[in-house]
């Protein structure tokens, strides 16, 4: 089979590797009918995830058809369509036993195009079949569920859940990217008065008054501050959201919290980032951080089928499985191309 493989730092290619093969009684092989990309996946590209070892395939993202099971997996069939998560769970250690999948102490967590084979290849093989796909239910479009593999529970769990946004709320969202938007989409369940979108790039602004932002902000040209003071008499946000994953967009964030609020850190970091308890310890403050554990995603597969949100609107473009490389050049160019979410099929 062809597979997108990691080279080392600033090297891929999509090329011929030996097809995946059951290796554990509860592995399920997943052909791939549709992939995406990952900010995640280019971070390993500059080299900032050094646990990935070159040779890896990348990819934690897939919608797919299973098309061998181990003898122990017990829910999955041969010929169900499934979502393959971004976290895998064994099911069984302290941490799955609490849904916290993502801290898996059984060979799961966030493994697929990481510390084993990702997604984005011809066939996948996915550890713990059972407990780590989704089945996708009638009328729900691949693309929409393969939003869900990653960015959906990540800015719903992470973001919205940790953050506590309540009905009357004023959100503001630091990063509207593809998980920025994606937190817009899962904040509005809550029914908050005003969501805030704060980022330097008009497109994305454009796109995230498209999601349901009330409020967008370029703090190149205003002041976010002054725009979140307006909306809520000096107080500051109930909830921000930090969807970049910086230093100044972090500070930048706990600048705009109201006293007693909460600060929901969704962005990867990869510098330190200084937090001001000198100015900060008086105002009762909530800051949370976290890697998604996926235990939202049944509920948002439900809500998806019942069209009360509609995450195929982040797909900007659409590429072939023989067009990889011109799918990461145009991912990683966002600036230039305008792109959110790119889909991978197998074909068109
Ligand atoms: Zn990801
Ligand atoms: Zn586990």
């Keep these: 089979m062809k597979a997108l493989v990691y080279q080392g730092p600033g090297q891929r290619s999509w090329q011929e590797v030996p097809d995946p093969r059951i290796q554990s009684p509860t592995d399920a092989i997943v052909r791939v009918d549709t992939v995406t990309i990952c900010g995640t996946d280019l971070h390993i590209l500059k080299g900032d995830v050094p646990e990935v070892e070159p040779g890896r395939i990348l990819g934690h993202e897939a919608v797919g058809t299973i098309t061998a099971v181990g003898s122990a997996v017990q829910n999955r069939k041969v010929g169900d369509r499934v979502l393959v998560s971004c976290i895998s769970a064994c099911g069984r250690c302290r941490y799955c036993r609490d849904g916290r999948y993502g801290q898996c102490l059984g060979g799961g967590g966030w493994v697929l195009g990481h510390l084993i084979d ?38 719903y769990e992470v973001g919205v859940l940790n953050g506590t946004v309540r009905p009357g709320d004023v959100v503001a969202i630091v990063g509207a990217g593809p998980i920025g938007l994606a937190a817009i989409l899962t904040a509005r369940l809550y029914s908050p008065r005003t969501i805030v979108s704060i980022d330097v790039a008009e497109s994305r602004l454009e796109a995230a008054r498209k999601f349901g932002a009330d409020v967008i902000v370029n703090p190149d040209t205003e002041s976010a501050r002054a725009v979140v003071d307006s909306l809520t008499d000096g107080l500051g946000a109930d909830c921000v959201m930090e969807a970049v994953g910086t230093p100044g967009t972090f500070e930048e964030s706990i600048r705009l919290v109201r006293a007693g609020g909460h600060i929901a850190n969704i962005g990867v970091h990869g510098a330190p980032a200084t937090l001001h308890l000198e100015d900060i310890w008086i105002k009762n403050l909530t800051i949370t951080t976290g890697l998604v554990d996926t235990y939202s995603t049944p509920t948002l597969i439900d809500l998806v089928a019942a069209h009360r949100i509609d995450t195929a609107p982040m797909i900007t473009h659409r590429f072939t499985f023989d067009e990889f490389e011109d799918a990461y050049d145009v991912f990683s160019r966002p600036a230039q191309t305008g792109a959110l979410k790119v889909l991978l099929a197998a074909s068109k």
């Design 118 to 155: 990702g997604t984005q290849a011809e066939y996948v093989r996915v550890p713990f079949a059972d407990t780590s796909t989704h089945l996708v239910p009638a009328g729900v479009t691949d693309d929409q569920m393969l939003m869900l593999a990653d960015i959906l529970p990540t800015s």
